[in-house]
């Protein structure tokens, strides 16, 4: 038994890292995560709380690597980082309000829509434009709002901000990117720190996890700059699915006799 838990915790690790990696660049690195912990035969609360951890050491890690390039807005984006701190620690209270068995059947159709938005997501440039809100009215709207869909779920959440600084406040993509995850921090350590109270995580699992994603998330950081989320959004979108497929078609699984009857 021992031996089994090790081999998971070893492989949930590189799995981190890799998942890391990708966050760093686009976002979306929980649609990695999250499957894999439920594939692995974690409990769903537990799972989501667990990738919660490794989850914010990635998007501190990231966070760090752009602030000492100075390419994080703080004096804008603290405020935003608040907001977005208070919508996860919403969301993270609600999910525990939710029962096992809702959880199981709501996480594969999440997932599924989360890749259909990214595959239908308008390309992004780098090219600055005019805000369409002001940043009072993102602050107090759509980064709690993002922030409690963290807190909820989670995967895809950096992506999700990052497309909407690029939409909504006119922003490049690298610049978009940087501003990013400083609120995916905010609202993943708003969200965790629920999920600690609630003794809700799996720690062992999450310490490694959390090593794993943060070595993934410094790589990451490192290669934004230079390539941007154009070759990751395609390997997001299928990670995303096939995992959803596994997960819906799992042995046990809510959905197994609905999709096979």
């Known amino acids: 038994m021992l031996e089994i838990e ?34 692995g035969g974690i409990d769903p609360l537990v799972a989501i709380a667990t990738n919660k ?13 752009f602030a000492r390039k100075g390419m994080i807005e703080w004096r804008s984006g603290l ?29 594969p159709v999440l997932l599924i829509g989360v890749a ?12 600055e434009r005019r805000a369409k809100l002001p940043a009072v009215v993102f602050c107090l709207t ?10 909820v779920f989670g995967p895809g959440v950096g992506s999700f901000f990052m497309v909407a600084f690029v939409l909504v406040m006119g922003q490049g993509i690298l610049r978009a990117v940087c501003n990013s995850k400083l609120l995916n921090a905010s609202c993943n350590l708003g969200s965790l720190a629920v999920f600690a109270m609630m003794g ?26 230079r390539f941007g989320p154009r070759l990751i959004k395609p390997l997001l979108i299928g990670v995303c699915c096939l995992m959803a497929g596994k997960l ?10 609905l999709l096979l009857d």
């Not at 951890?53 to 690597?65: G, H, K, P, W």
């Not at 259909?116 to 090219?127: E, H």
């Not at 759509?142 to 807190?151: E, K, N, Q, S, W």
């Not at 809700?200 to 700059?225: D, S, T, W, Y």
């Open 116 to 127: 259909i938005y990214f595959a239908l997501s308008p390309k992004l440039s780098n090219d």
């Open 6 to 39: 090790l081999s998971l915790i070893l492989i949930m690790a590189g799995v981190a890292l890799l998942a890391g990696f990708f966050d760093a660049i686009a976002g979306g690195g929980g649609l990695i995560t999250l499957p894999a912990l439920l594939l």
């Open 200 to 225: 809700n995580i799996l720690l062992p699992l999450a310490l490694a996890m959390a090593v794993g994603a943060f070595v993934g998330a410094q790589l990451g950081a490192r290669c934004a700059v």
């Open 53 to 65: 951890f490794q989850a914010a050491s990635a998007t501190v890690s990231a966070t760090a690597a």
């Open 248 to 257: 819906l078609l799992a042995p046990g699984g809510l959905w197994h006799g």
């Open 79 to 107: 405020p935003m980082a608040a907001m977005a701190f208070v919508g996860g620690a919403l969301g993270a209270l609600s999910v525990n309000l939710i029962p096992r068995a809702v959880l199981e059947a709501l996480v």
């Open 142 to 151: 759509l980064a709690p709002l993002i922030g409690f869909y963290d807190g």
